[in-house]
C-alpha cells in the first residue's frame, strides 16, 4: 500500500487484496460491537463508516 498526502486529500494506492480486506473489515466491525462502543473506538458512526463502505467502487474479485 503507498499513500500520498495531497493536502486536503489523501491517496492510497493499494492492491486489490488488500482493497478486498479493508471493506471486509470495515464490515466486519459494522456487525460487531455496540454503537457508543463502535464511535469510541472509531471515531466515526456506523451510519458513517456504512456510507463511506457504500461510496466505494464494485470492483470484481480477480485481477479484472
Known sequence: MHVEDC???V???MSRTEFFLVGSL???ALETGDD???QTR???TKDEVRAL???LPDLPLGDG
Open 7 to 9: 493536502g486536503e486529500r
Open 11 to 13: 491517496v492510497i494506492t
Open 26 to 28: 470495515m464490515m466486519e
Open 36 to 38: 457508543r462502543d463502535f
Open 42 to 44: 472509531t471515531g466515526a
Open 53 to 55: 463502505l457504500d461510496s
